[in-house]
């Protein structure tokens, strides 16, 4: 009877093992930023901001995790803004890796996207 209950004590520690053994996703970088790749996070971050069409340098998601993006204001001749004040929130977007694949996450509303064609890094 004691020889069962370690057998079965040990096998519920060894599962306990494998289920702690995920690491989660950390923060990350591009390794390299060409054309496909800003298509894709444009594209992504399209569909999770609800933007039409969102413009991105060739250096965002190069050196830092966090991007933010705002909507583009629009003004009139004399600079002030059309609609009046702006109270909508800048949308901020991490890229994050488990080592193997490359995430593009909302944080305001935390959706998360597969990349496939972005490759990335720990930062």
Partial sequence: ???QLT?????????ACQFTAASPDKAAVLL???HVVMQELGAAISSMSGFSEVTLSASDFMQSSEVIIERKHQT???GELIQGRDLEIPH?????TN????WLVHLNSSKRYLLNKARCRVK
């Avoid at 080592?99 to 490359?102: D, F, H």
Wanted: proline content about 0%.
């Fill in 1 to 3: 009877m004691r020889y």
């Fill in 92 to 96: 901020r977007f991490r890229l994050e």
């Fill in 32 to 34: 390299a930023s060409d």
């Fill in 99 to 102: 080592g193997t694949q490359c």
């Fill in 7 to 15: 057998f079965a004590a040990s096998i519920l520690m060894l599962s």
């Fill in 76 to 78: 009139n001749q004399h």
